[in-house]
């Protein structure tokens, strides 16, 4: 999965000098221009994605960039004193990255919880925290499996998730120069031998890191994004550059070509991918293999790429891209909030990569700078000590936003207070706590998600069903469809437990019941597909009393785009599907799909707690997509619409909170609360749509 708010670079902080014996040790001022390339396409893509749609690129820069020179460098040692010291190598790390890590993640948690939303806290806590102890990523990589998690706002903090690429990275490379080290001195006194034997093992790492993040990439794996397995090979890239490069260069005629083919190569890919394209995967090559190309053709002669990267103003923001990095991130989500907008206008923009660029520059000379100038760090037990209390003022800001949430006003619910959908039509129930809470009402979710009885992205066989009441019951209801299915398990099963039913689920995320093939990450949604088929043929031998199925207006099938044809395309293949289940005396029963709010209504409810109708929505924009199950049920015989939508938007408005209940859980679902308080209105409505008297 990748987003504008979860696409941020790793700005390599590793030693300026670079190479082994002389012809690879001296500067590399271009390297410091490329350093700035990447940065500032990043930089663009999170102040506007539309200036540069594909800027996410650039973290991939940054990982040739880290190889390049982390690799010369263990190289160089190993040639120069025969071994790798593996305590000096994580001492050199500590002493570069944490100081001003440190200093931006207190800074980022100390504003965080003056400025946020109390609703972003906890999420916002733990993120710094696994920031903190490098293993951002990892978090980041569960959270893209959540489909619960899907709307989650980004934490100002998400964007350490490269560093934590970078750091495990840096747990495994170093060993294998210490393994051949060892080897090099079994088999020779000669310590600049054996770099065929170096080559073939980082090749190999390059090839099975390369080849999974092809298959996860393509398989649609969110998680593909920010594992280390699907990045070591965009590092170790660089690492294969510096090893071939160790005693050789390019011929000087291909040094000017090759230079400007490799930046192009860079710009292209941040001018022409964009949140559609598959990434990493095979996209990766392109910004990758320019990286190396740039940093292969090394300084030529005439007017080359390199000379550009090598001017003053590439080579200042070279030396900050690192503090840059840290602080843009912090500095974008809080000027969000602030301004209670979703993007940034022009005047924004510029006065947040103008702050972003001044706090760089003073976090290098006032952090960065010293700490290298004085040898602050020099020994294993300094770098130690600083890790750990890095670690742990970290954690003591992250306590200090999750016991805040503690404070934070909650209520019970009381069924004479917290009226929901029965205050509609009455005068205005008297004021009170509204429940759930803001900070709860995002796990406000059915039960049925916690049976493990809502089938994720991967799954397609339908074979095991969760089943709800008793097995002798006169009456077995069929549950099918998407997340949008699922929100009304909680007044079915209230239905079910009142009427006798046996309830059986077959919900699947995004998956609308229908013949059309749906789109998810830019391709088919085969598993969905394969799910469809087998559920009409589960539901053939259970011959159900009733079917229930309702689905996201905002589902489009593979190679459409919204409109009018998509919509009748869904509906065309709902039909096919529909006619497939009903039968003499099994109705099909489709909900109408629910209004939309907006996707910060927590944050909003959070923010404006006294007076919630500041986050309610008009009618007209929340329910402005139009339903292809309203199509497609006019088409089927046998199959009735229930529509409870007047019971969650009241005249021209979709309020946020209705008698002092919470009505959604993020932009698209309802609260289980609010579903189960609907339990009535929709079994009447169920009964007059199929004329059950």
């Known amino acids: 999965m990748r987003s504008p708010d979860s696409t941020s670079p790793q700005v390599e902080a590793a030693p300026e000098r ?14 410091q221009g490329l350093r700035a390339v990447a940065v500032l396409l990043v930089l663009a893509y999170h102040l506007n994605p539309r200036l540069l749609p594909g800027g996410y690129v650039g973290v991939d820069v940054f990982f040739v960039i880290s190889g390049f020179l982390i690799t010369s460098l263990l190289l160089r040692e190993v040639r120069e004193h025969g071994r790798v010291s593996l305590a000096g190598f994580y001492v050199r790390r500590v002493r570069r990255l944490l100081p001003a890590a440190t200093v931006v993640l207190l800074t980022t948690g100390a504003a965080a919880l003056a400025l946020l939303p109390v609703t972003r806290l906890a999420d916002t806590a733990w993120q710094t925290l696994a920031s903190a102890a490098y293993v951002e990523n990892l978090y980041l990589a569960d959270q893209a499996l959540d489909y619960l ?3 989650t706002a980004p934490s100002p903090v998400q964007h350490f998730w490269s560093l934590s690429v970078e750091e495990q990275f840096y747990v495994v490379w170093p060993l294998l120069f210490v393994l051949w080290a060892l080897m090099l001195r079994r088999r020779t006194r000669a310590p600049g031998s054996g770099l065929r034997l170096l080559t073939v093992v980082l090749a190999s790492v390059f090839a ?33 550059l510096a090893v071939f490069l160790a005693d050789r260069g390019l011929p000087r005629r291909l040094r000017l070509p090759l230079g400007w083919a490799g930046l192009g190569a860079v710009v292209a890919s941040a001018v022409l991918y964009d949140s559609g394209t598959p990434f990493p995967g095979y996209a990766a090559l392109l910004p990758v293999l320019g990286t190396a190309a740039v940093i292969a053709a090394e300084r030529s002669e005439g007017p080359s790429a390199s000379r550009v990267l090598s001017t003053g103003p590439a080579r200042f923001v070279g030396d900050v891209s690192y503090a840059l990095y840290l602080w843009h991130w912090p500095l974008i989500v809080f000027a969000l909030v602030l301004l209670e907008r979703d993007t940034l206008g022009p005047l924004g923009a510029v ?26 760090v020099r020994t294993g037990r300094a770098a130690l000590a600083v890790a750990l209390v890095g670690v742990l003022s970290v954690a003591a800001v992250s306590a200090a936003a999750l016991t805040r949430l503690e404070r934070f006003q909650t209520s019970e619910f009381d069924p004479e207070v917290h009226l929901g ?16 809470s803001p900070i709860g009402a995002e796990d406000d979710t059915p039960e049925a998600y916690d049976d493990g009885c809502h089938a994720g992205f991967d799954k397609s066989d339908p074979s095991d069903p969760c089943v709800y009441g008793p097995d002798d019951a006169d009456t077995t209801v069929a549950l099918t469809g998407d997340s949008h299915s699922t929100q009304w398990f909680p007044a079915l099963n209230e239905l079910a437990k009142e ?45 159900p009393d009733m079917v229930v199925t309702s689905s996201s207006a905002a589902g489009l099938p593979h190679g459409y785009q919204s409109g009018s044809d998509a919509r009748d395309a869904m509906a065309a293949g709902m039909v096919e599907l529909w006619e497939e289940v009903v039968a003499p005396g099994v109705p099909l ?64 408005t979709c309020p946020a909170v209705i008698g002092n209940v919470v009505v959604y859980r993020d932009s698209h679902h309802l609260t289980g609360t609010y579903a189960l308080l609907l339990a009535d209105v929709l079994g009447s409505r169920m009964d007059e749509a199929l004329g059950v008297g």
């Open 149 to 151: 998690a899907a709307e």
């Open 421 to 436: 959908p029965r205050a509609i039509g009455l005068p205005s129930p008297e004021r009170a706590l509204m429940f759930p």
């Open 351 to 376: 006065a947040v990569a103008v702050l972003s660029v001044l706090l760089a520059w003073a976090t290098k000379l006032w952090v960065e700078d010293p700490v290298a100038r004085y040898g602050l």
């Open 18 to 31: 670079t190479g082994a014996r002389g012809r690879g040790s001296r500067f590399r001022p271009e390297v």
């Open 499 to 543: 009427r006798g039913w046996r309830l059986v689920v077959f919900n699947k995320s995004a998956c609308a019941f229908t013949a059309a093939e749906v789109g998810r990450e830019g391709a088919v949604y085969e598993e969905c597909s394969e799910w469809n088929r087998a559920v009409v043929d589960e539901i053939d031998r259970l011959e």
């Open 589 to 652: 029963v489709v909900i109408r799909d629910t209004p939309r709010t907006s996707s910060d209504v927590l944050d909003c409810l959070a923010r404006h707690s006294e007076a919630p109708s500041s986050c309610d929505r008009p009618a007209s924009a929340a329910l402005s997509r139009d339903d292809p199950q309203e199509l497609a049920v006019r088409e089927v015989e046998g199959a009735a619409l229930v529509d409870l939508n007047d019971r969650i938007c009241t005249g021209d």
């Open 208 to 240: 099975a890191s390369l080849l999974c993040s092809v298959l996860l990439t393509a398989s649609g794996t969110p998680a593909a994004y920010f594992l280390p397995t699907t990045r070591a090979w965009e590092l170790a890239t660089g690492g294969l």
